[in-house]
């Protein structure tokens, strides 16, 4: 396998308010960009990007957002409701730093969320590929974030291995779900202006969401969206099954 893409380089860069850690497969600015989830990070994704540059050959790269990781600053509680679009606001600044106007953006869960909101607000062209992502605050995601809570301790030893402060990240990430302020929160009628490929996918045992949230989520968007399912997946869909996800986005990006 090529160096470049085996073994990533690695950067901090220097936002207006935050500093991200990065992790690029291949040279060059990246034509694909991955978006991690909630309560993820660049090591999370596993072998995703390696393999999806050296099946695209494409340059891939991956951020941790802050507080993740080792990216700054670190929250203090929950995050704010507008948490997400701040984000979005993050990424087109990542993407103006690093020379990189439009690669293919693949988010999963919170991270295809963010995706979506930077397409549906700026003159995004390229393609979306969102995993698991949500539109709208459901009840079955609550529920199952409430039961994390109830086993902080566990969830936040498991983070530790990927997190400079895990459980900041957690109280951060399961504070704002599970916030009365977050209840309402609901992008179905913003994505409705994506103009670009999309590609929604869910895991048919998704344990964060009903089967409705991703055709709903696709119908929002309208006729440049289509959504699938896999077969007995759950929300961890790049876990549970990593060549499915990587031959699915390849195909996606590439046409072949």
Do not use: K
């Amino acid at each position: 396998m090529n160096s470049d893409i085996d073994t990533p380089t690695t950067a901090a860069i220097a936002l207006t308010s935050a500093r991200v850690e990065t992790s690029t497969w291949g040279s060059g600015p990246p034509r694909v960009v991955l978006l991690h989830d909630g309560l993820g990070s660049v090591g999370q994704w596993r072998d995703v990007p390696a393999l999806l540059a050296s099946t695209t050959g494409l340059t891939v790269m991956a951020y941790d957002r802050p507080g993740h990781g080792r990216s700054t600053p670190t929250p203090r509680g929950p995050w704010s409701p507008g948490w997400l679009h701040d984000e979005a606001l993050l990424l087109a600044e990542l993407l103006e730093v690093i020379s990189a106007p439009d690669p293919v953006l693949v988010g999963h869960s919170d991270g295809g969320s963010i995706a979506a909101i930077h397409a549906a607000t700026t003159a995004t062209t390229s393609t979306l590929v969102l995993l698991a992502a949500h539109s709208w605050v459901e009840a079955v995601t609550v529920e199952a974030i409430a039961t994390m809570i109830h086993n902080r301790e566990q969830v936040v030893a498991g983070l530790a291995r990927h997190h400079a402060e895990p459980g900041a990240v957690f109280d951060a990430w399961a504070g704002v779900w599970v916030g009365d302020e977050f209840a309402n929160w609901d992008i179905r009628e913003l994505i409705g202006a994506i103009a670009c490929r999309t590609v929604v996918v869910q895991g048919s045992r998704d344990e964060y969401a009903s089967p409705e949230h991703a055709t709903s989520t696709a119908d929002a968007i309208g006729d440049n969206a289509t959504c699938m399912f896999l077969d007995d997946v759950g929300h961890l869909i790049h876990h549970q099954a990593p060549a499915e996800v990587v031959n699915l986005i390849a195909t996606t990006v590439t046409g072949v």
